[in-house]
């Protein structure tokens, strides 16, 4: 029924995994303040405490396993006889582990770094500090995490607006709808009048009355019934 499937992701799809949100109770935001830890000016201020947050975060990552939600989401992306753009606000791998098979990284990855003097993104498993040469070119202190700060542009903009205008169906899973450009996709899509526009969340999201239909509830009992309703229509 749909042929062009584009999914938006956000922390709430990794909460059952055991990964904190942002803005929920006890979220990342209520523990650390965006200010200190995840804006290019406290890099440049306190360049250790930016590495130790993301360290922790990286390290967390060992912990925690991909739920139903990514993997009936990889199921989809393999078994959907259209496409299916999987794009994610998360920096976790889940998606990954979960099975799919192409994750548009709009907020960049934990398990990358990348060198400010050759630009070179580095796979990145364990910690990263001031000290810790660049692989490529050697330079030191050069690596920072390879995350999308407030005030720095998302990646893969021209990509994830390609898909946006091809879609018969967008679905925001996980997400509070707070912040852009993420947040307006919704809107995007309703400009060209021609996708259905599906939330799944929690609760509903700041831009819940943007979508033509909610579901609300936990994204590891609503996302595998999605993905089967959507394979069974073909
Ligand atoms: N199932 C579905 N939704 C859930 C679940 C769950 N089990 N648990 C929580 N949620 C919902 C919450 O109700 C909330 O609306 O997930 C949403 C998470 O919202 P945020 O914490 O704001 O996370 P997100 O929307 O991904 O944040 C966007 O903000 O700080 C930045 O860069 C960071 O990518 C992040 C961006």
New binding site residues.
Partial sequence: MYENIVILT????S??SGVA????NG?L?EQHR?EDV?TPEAFQRDPDLVQHFYNLRRAQLGTVDPNNAHKALAKLQGQHRGTVTLIT???DDLHERGGASSVVHM?GELKKVRCLSCKTVHFWEGDCDQKTACPACGGAPSLRPHI?WFGEMPFYMDDIEMALSDCDLFVS???????YP?AGFVASVRRLGRAHTLE????P?EGATMFAECRH????DLVPAFVEEILAAG
């Fill in positions: 956000g922390a709430g799809i909460a059952e949100t942002f803005r929920d979220g935001w965006i995840a606000q998360n920096v907020h999308v899973i996980g997400t509070s709808g707070n912040v993420a799944i969340n929690l609760e999201s509830g936990r994204a590891g």
